[in-house]
């Protein structure tokens, strides 16, 4: 494997001084990605466009306040939660380096910049970030399913709504509903239906094939895709496939006495987002879909009346 390919984090830098840049280059290349930003109102468009994993900022700008350079870093969405570490050419000041830290830094590192300690010091960031990754991760899967949970799938809604509406682009959701699964489970046992939620899950997620959709369980026996750039007919296409692997699923019981099988109704709904629609009537009207699907006998797919 060569030194490209184990990198795996960036780290911008936002220095006047060249000196500067070619120090931490020379000491963080091996490891890391590293660009570097101009001074100024530019440096916070240039993060944003990047989005590294960390920044080195030296506070001691010539005709800049570098702490100007930090506040706009720390008071824009986009770069708030990104790690800064502050360099300081002045080694005697405390008060400098107090502020920094009541500003939002993470880390504060004084000339002479010396290659062990900053390694040190990055990698116990990069650590940090891997750790918070992992969190946010496990905080956006389904226990059981492992596919993306509700609280993922609110998240995902909410940007791909902008954008359809940025776009003027179709926006396409399947409300999915295991049909009689309170009967599967007095039937059969939770962990049988455990299982079986288990198998529907892969098939949704099979039907799921570029990469902006997204299929989640959105809580009991209920499950959603959500398919960006999508009209309604492709949407319906797609709702009658899910609904027909699902219905040829075989999954035996847990002693191999029994082949169990079930069906789902699906609710579908299609918007352009234009201002004077939310999102949140997009879920309303695969809900009620959904509804008429269930009360005109399950297993089908209701896309409302075209």
Same mark, same amino acid.
């Given at each position: 494997? *060569?030194?490209? /390919? /184990? ?137 059981? *399913? ?9 998240? /995902? ?34 962990? /049988? ?33 959500? &398919? ?53 009537? &997009? ?24």
């Amino acid at each position: 494997m *060569t030194t490209e /390919q /184990q990198k795996k984090h960036s780290v911008i830098i936002i220095d006047y001084d060249i000196g500067n840049f070619e120090t931490f280059n020379t000491i963080l290349d091996e490891e890391y990605y590293v660009f570097v930003a101009p001074v100024g109102s530019d440096a916070v468009d240039v993060v944003r466009s990047t989005k590294p994993d960390v920044i080195l900022l030296n506070i001691s700008l010539h005709n800049i306040d570098g702490f100007d350079i930090l506040k706009k870093l720390k008071g824009n969405g986009e770069t708030q939660n990104i790690p800064v570490v502050a360099l300081s050419n002045n080694t005697d000041s405390e008060i400098d380096e107090e502020r920094c830290f009541l500003l939002g830094v993470s880390d504060y590192i004084k000339s002479p910049f010396k290659p062990a300690v900053v390694r040190a010091r990055m990698r116990t960031h990069m650590q940090i970030i891997q750790q918070k990754y992992a969190l946010e991760h496990v905080g956006m899967i389904d226990w059981l *399913t492992n596919i993306p949970n509700r609280r993922c799938f609110d998240g /995902q809604l909410y940007i791909e709504w902008k954008r359809a509406r940025r776009d003027k682009k179709p926006l396409s959701f399947l409300m999915m509903d295991v049909d009689l699964f309170k009967s599967y489970n007095d039937r059969y046992g939770h962990p /049988q239906g455990d299982t079986l939620l288990k198998s529907v899950a892969k098939v949704f997620k099979k039907a799921v094939r570029r990469p902006a959709d997204l299929c989640a369980r959105l809580g009991g026996e209920e499950f959603g895709i959500l &398919l960006p750039e999508t009209s309604l007919e492709p949407a319906v296409s797609i709702a009658e496939e899910v609904r027909k692997k699902v219905k040829a699923l075989q999954v035996p019981t847990a002693n191999r006495t029994e082949i169990t099988s079930v069906t789902i109704s699906i609710g579908v709904s299609t918007m352009i987002p234009d201002g004077s629609n939310k999102v949140e009537e &997009l879920m309303a009207e695969a809900d009620r879909n959904l509804y008429v699907a269930k009360n005109a006998g399950r297993d089908q797919v209701y896309a409302g009346k075209r």
